[in-house]
């Protein structure tokens, strides 16, 4: 018995809610990045993040254009990333909600300026990086914003496991 592929999609362009299912069926982690700017801090919940080069450190992440975050870290050039553990599920619901209030939104969680950047590092993460912008790239709707790793610091072992994103909803894979 032969298995066949599946008949490839005709030459229509998907649309965007077909996009966003195929998207979704790649698991990603969850960070928080911040940053600060005219001395007010700004949060996000990201998954557009990934490591980019060793020599030099270089690691990405995707920002919408039309947040306050956008403006915020482009202003700033520098930046910190916390890499969520799996009971960080509200924080990472907290900071993706639009239209939260500026002032204030730390808050909610713990944390401490970074050594590097002041920018604030979520105390409960599983890992941190502090970033200087190294460069930024056009992306469509979002700006892809390349920085240059200047600090890091992890969380002892034995660590919980990280919180994951996959098919629109937060899941747990446990520790390691």
């Known amino acids: 018995m032969s298995e066949t592929a599946p008949t490839p999609p005709g030459p229509s362009r998907p649309t965007e809610r077909l996009f966003r299912s195929v998207a979704s069926r790649f698991a990603t982690g969850l960070t928080v990045v911040t940053t600060v700017a005219d001395g007010v801090d700004h949060a996000m919940t990201a998954n557009s993040f990934t490591s980019v080069s060793l020599d030099p450190l270089l690691v990405l992440v995707c920002v919408e254009r039309n947040t306050r975050f956008h403006d915020a870290v482009l202003t700033s050039g520098a930046w910190a990333v916390s ?16 239209g939260r209030p500026l002032a204030g939104q730390l808050d909610r969680v713990g944390h401490r300026p970074g ?12 890992a941190w990086l502090e970033c200087a912008t190294w460069r930024t790239y056009p992306g ?5 914003v390349v920085g240059e790793v200047l600090g890091a610091q992890q969380r002892p072992d034995p660590v919980p ?7 629109r909803r937060y899941h747990r894979l446990g520790p390691a």
């Open 83 to 98: 890499v969520l553990d799996e009971d960080a599920e509200a924080t990472a619901v907290w900071f993706a909600t639009k």
């Open 140 to 144: 469509g709707d979002h700006t892809i």
């Open 161 to 167: 496991g990280p919180l994951v994103y996959h098919r």
């Open 115 to 126: 050594p590097a950047t002041g920018c604030a590092l979520l105390d409960d993460a599983l």
